[in-house]
């Protein structure tokens, strides 16, 4: 084998693409885009601007939009921090150990991708609410889960849970079990060989699992709906508030809070993309 | 919006899927007139064979009523809306797909069939509940619509704003009543299910306000010793609209037929069938017949109180209205 390529050597010419030119695959890329997202996108923006500026202000701002948005986002971050912590503990556990029905149970973890939300919604009120399977122990406890922001939290969690297993377990797969060994035997804790060997390789992944999770939660509607009691002022998401408006016949209004919210997850999805560049070029110098 | 193209994908299907030779109508209507239309489509067919000898088919397709409205306004080519609230209608007439005058083409302001605003309490009435003053009694927990997102929720807020106007109460007096009742509420619901959802099932409130063609259903349903249905002293009528989509008959050409099926609501066979789905018939024949269903009480009209429902959406259902306000103001 190793003769056969000394004898014919490679021509000096960039290797050919799998893919078609530059140009084309950009070209495409953009068409793409624009048909999937940039045009329904922008019907969104063209609407909201049938309002005027004072009008645009006052339906983003209104004291109950306001309060939607303060839980919408803060549940949607609470949610995706806890997924960041259980999820790579899923993920850690299927990559790492063999056991009986690890199949299995890994097939259950994309089931919150597959149910109907409203579906999710309706199983977690029914076990939450105060006469359900689990509701009622923690009643008398004065642990209250169903129809206030704890609900949402864990109709949150509940939907987020797939995207931070299914981005960290590939990476996890990929780092060598070698270099935990390595640092054991160089004399490091297990809280160093974590910190300093397993986190730098998987933070990446990590990131854009909580990015999903987040991004995800944010504009999920469907389970919350059921769970949340919908209380103005208290446990009402943003999108909630978008129906509501719809129902009083308030495009505008409703384009008109969709768009900030719009405008808020793409900046922090741009911050959280940000972050990851920083921290590959950060670890890809170090290492 | 996914449910609108689901409702637009189901009425392509179900149109593209037909035979050339009966005439087709399409019928938007709310959730929960589901089983009642099943029913009346078939007695109108019948009807419609016996008289001229021909074959009609109705679709039906079916949603939260602004939601159907909202479809219908963007493109769903349903030959007529049946509604349950009138505001629905108006906003089609606004936007020019049903006639300025709906509201004149048909009888009883083209509502062939009410409801009206009933009481469900937990079995035997525990606490006691007989009329919209127990509501807000302090500790009690009342389970309601959110007037936000369902026309239930605000025939409900309606009610008990005019329960006070009628006993003579002022405007003032009015807020402060529903805004006592509302604090009540330990959890909106979504809408008309959700909220019978959350009573039954999950167990919340002592007591639930609903269309009296749920109320009735749910004591069918659930049968005696589990729920009971209470009549307070007044409550409001709820007219269930009905309307000729001019855009799609013009394009179709099925003027005619839409209109005969809207005409037919009203005769004595169509009310019974909704009398028998607790809907009031506006015949009173049928409506005495059906009298230990419909018991009388006071009822009064949105008009009458509210000047129309269109001014009660903006007064106190729009932003920064009246119902924002019990819970904005402190």
Known sequence: MSALSIAAPAPRRAPAKVLPGFNLTLGFTLFYLCLIVLIPLSALVFKTFTLTWDQFWAAVTGPRVMASYRLTFGASLIAALVNVVFGLLVAWVLVRYDFFGKKVVDALVDLPFALPTAVAGISLTALLAGNGWIGQYLEPLGIDLAFNPNGVVIALIFIGLPFVVRTVQPVLEDTEKELEEAATCLGATRWQTFSRVIFPSIAPALLTGFAMAFARAIGEYGSVIFIAGNMPMVSEITPLIIIGKLEQYDYAGATAVALVMLVFSFVLLLVINALQTWQRRRSGVSS | ?330
């Open chain 2, 1 to 330: 919006m996914k449910k609108h193209t689901l409702i637009a994908l189901a009425a392509t299907l179900a149109l593209s899927g037909l035979s050339a030779s009966a005439q087709t109508l399409l019928n938007a209507s709310y959730d929960v007139a589901r089983e009642f239309y099943k029913d009346y489509n078939a007695a109108f067919a019948a009807h419609y064979k016996k008289t001229t000898g021909k074959d009609v088919k109705i679709d039906q397709a079916h949603g939260g009523s602004s939601a159907q409205a909202r479809a219908v306004n963007d493109g769903l080519d349903a030959d007529v809306v049946t509604m349950n609230t009138t505001t629905d209608v108006d906003f089609l007439a606004s936007t020019g797909v049903v006639a300025k005058d709906w509201t004149k083409r048909f009888p009883h302001s083209a509502s062939p069939t009410t409801s009206t605003m009933l009481f469900l309490t937990r079995n035997g009435n525990p606490k006691g509940i007989k009329d919209w003053d127990d509501l807000v009694k302090p500790g009690i927990k009342v389970i309601v619509v959110n007037p936000k997102t369902g026309g239930n929720g605000r025939m409900a807020y309606l009610a008990a704003w005019g329960y006070v106007k009628k006993k003579g109460g002022s405007d003032a007096e009015a807020a402060d009543f529903v805004s006592k009742l509302y604090k009540n509420v330990p959890v909106l619901a979504k809408g008309g299910r959700d909220a019978t959802t959350i009573f039954l099932q999950r167990n919340i409130g002592d007591v639930l306000v609903t269309f009296e063609s749920e109320v009735v259903s749910v004591d069918r349903e659930f049968g005696v010793g589990k729920v009971d249905a209470i009549h307070p002293s007044i409550s409001i009528v709820a007219e269930n609209p009905v309307a000729v989509v001019e855009r799609t008959v013009a394009k179709k050409g099925t003027g005619t037929l839409a209109k005969e099926y809207l005409d037919y609501l009203y005769s004595e066979e169509a009310q019974e069938i909704a009398a028998k789905h607790a809907l009031r018939p506006r015949s009173p024949t049928v409506l005495k017949k059906y009298s230990k269903t419909f018991k009388p009480l006071q009822l009064f009209t949105v008009n009458e109180v509210f000047g129309s429902l269109a001014d009660a959406q903006k007064v106190h259902f729009n932003d920064g209205g009246q119902f924002d306000k019990i819970y904005t103001v402190k």
